[in-house]
């Protein structure tokens, strides 16, 4: 189904939806009630909907009694095999309240690699759907190392999103839109709208500036490009903002994609 803009949202058969740590954690972890609410009202209208949400070690900081993030990879991987379950079980508590099943499916860069696998991950991915069940979506944390990791989740949401072919991806961020400067700077401008032929090369994009995510504005204009590049549209908003924008409102960024 063709997406041309944030309207036809709504008229989406498959939709992708990507979450940050810092968007469900610290201080704003009851935001995961507001993200699960959105995706309950997309589900329920009839559209397939995939979450891609980090988080796991983020959840796992408080429980192992961590106020930062580690430097180490096997206190990462420590912190993922005990958030992941966590995380995952706060989604299925809220989901249960729209009488929807959440499925976790784990990821590494190999899986996505190999014909067999990535076609495996496909095949999966897909009955999950046609169940009508809710797959999250994260990087296996716990055994990925440095050279094997996706980098961020952005660039994971936008690789699933292709894997599916998904009429639509969306990125939810702590802010709700791309700007010509950090946002914090006085005179920032919100860019509403990205062509594919856009270059963004004067845009002084920042990154993350919490103790939690991966990731930035950086990252999410690198993986809507890729998505764009193999023709799925891209919505950048606020995480606050996802029951509007999967009803159609006109929030975020909409990165237009190439036509293929």
Known sequence: MAISDARDIPTAKRIVVKVGSSSISGENVNQLETLVAGLAEAHGRGSEVVLVSSGAIATGMPLLKLESKPDDLATSQALASVGQSRLIARYQIELEKSKIVAGQVLFTTADLEQTETRDNAKRAMERLLELRVLPIVNENDTVATQEIRFGDNDNLAAQVAILLEADVLILLSDIDALYDRPPVIEGAQRIEWVTFEDNLDGIEIGETSTGYGTGGARTKVSAAKLANRSGIPVLLTD????????????????????EV
């Open 239 to 258: 995480t606050h903002k996802v029951s509007e924008a999967l009803a159609g409102g006109r929030v975020g960024t909409w990165f237009e994609q190439q």
